[in-house]
């Protein structure tokens, strides 16, 4: 596990909605958050931020999938402050971060409840790639070879990005239960917006859900980064889609200023902006039933 001691970490800025602005812990060396919020001036993700402005409500109950150090967590908290966010982040050093970045985050702000686990389709031991340089990349592996490891997430991450850069991975045994199970022991009855991004793996999250999403009918924000599912995981481009499908009525990309693009009705529309793009895109589903795109 990383070290993310007080020395290890560095603050930066990060502008959150309603025009606040505030002062999180990142690690130290890591380029994907920390760096990318100095160059940013703290502009972390606005397409995001502008869309749960718009969206979020006051009482609003938010699960953050994939919370890493809490960035997108602070924002549904200061939007939701009548309501509560649960932030699941397996990472033991994001984690740790997170915690801290949680605690200082001053009022008015909603509940926000820390979970150290991951999410996945059924109950599981799973190994859990980090990377100190990457922290917003850590990733499910099928083994602990770092050299392994190391050559799949440089498969994934932009070769200009990291190219010339020594990347330091460890590999952590984490816990993952289903979202199901953890709703029914926590007795959750209320979900209004799920944000997930887990590095490939949304799909194993999904299928964890199941009941959950029948009930609640939260809306749900996903990265799709088809890449990450088809290194880490063998998954086809359009699996992730398909499944969506089968969930939600209503599937459409958040663009760039936060508005809604129209609504996907084949995978081969969304085949045709990852394919022009960046290659991944953040998408909000919706049932179509007693929830509506804004």
């Known amino acids: 596990m990383r070290d993310v001691g007080t020395g290890s970490a560095r603050r930066q800025s990060l502008h959150l909605p309603n025009g606040r602005t505030v002062q999180i812990a990142c690690h130290h060396s890591d380029i994907s958050i920390g760096g990318a919020l100095a160059f940013s001036g703290g502009d972390w993700e606005p397409h995001l931020r502008s869309f749960f402005?718009?969206?979020?409500?006051?009482?609003?109950?938010?699960?953050?999938?994939?919370?890493?150090?809490?960035?997108?967590?602070?924002?549904?908290?200061?939007?939701?402050?009548?309501?509560?966010?649960?932030?699941?982040?397996?990472?033991?050093?994001?984690?740790?971060?997170?915690?801290?970045?949680?605690?200082?985050?001053?009022?008015?702000?909603?509940?926000?409840?820390?979970?150290?686990?991951?999410?996945?389709?059924?109950?599981?031991?799973?190994?859990?790639?980090?990377?100190?340089?990457?922290?917003?990349?850590?990733?499910?592996?099928?083994?602990?070879?770092?050299?392994?490891?190391?050559?799949?997430?440089?498969?994934?991450?932009?070769?200009?990005?990291?190219?010339?850069?020594?990347?330091?991975?460890?590999?952590?045994?984490?816990?993952?239960?289903?979202?199901?199970?953890w709703v029914d022991l926590h007795g959750l009855e209320r979900i209004d917006l799920v944000k997930m991004d887990v590095e490939g793996a949304e799909l194993r999250v999904l299928e964890g859900a199941r009941k959950t999403l029948h009930r609640c009918k939260p809306l749900l924000v996903t990265e799709y980064n088809a890449s990450c599912a088809k290194t880490y995981f063998g998954d086809r481009p359009d699996s992730y889609f398909e499944a969506l499908r089968e969930y939600f009525a209503d599937i459409r990309i958040i663009e760039a200023d936060g508005s809604l693009s129209h609504p996907l009705q084949t995978w081969s529309e969304l085949d045709v902006r990852l394919t022009r793009g960046r290659g991944w895109e953040d998408l909000l589903c919706a049932t179509g039933a007693g929830r509506s795109p804004c």
């Open 53 to 181: 402005e718009r969206t979020i409500r006051p009482d609003w109950v938010c699960l953050d999938i994939g919370a890493n150090v809490g960035i997108h967590t602070l924002s549904m908290a200061v939007l939701a402050p009548e309501g509560r966010v649960v932030a699941f982040e397996a990472d033991p050093g994001n984690f740790e971060l997170l915690i801290r970045n949680v605690a200082e985050l001053p009022s008015p702000r909603g509940e926000i409840i820390n979970v150290p686990h991951a999410l996945w389709s059924k109950p599981a031991a799973l190994t859990l790639a980090s990377i100190d340089e990457l922290a917003g990349c850590c990733f499910i592996s099928a083994t602990d070879d770092p050299v392994s490891n190391e050559r799949l997430i440089r498969e994934v991450v932009s070769a200009t990005a990291i190219r010339g850069l020594d990347l330091h991975l460890h590999s952590t045994a984490v816990r993952a239960i289903p979202l199901d199970d």
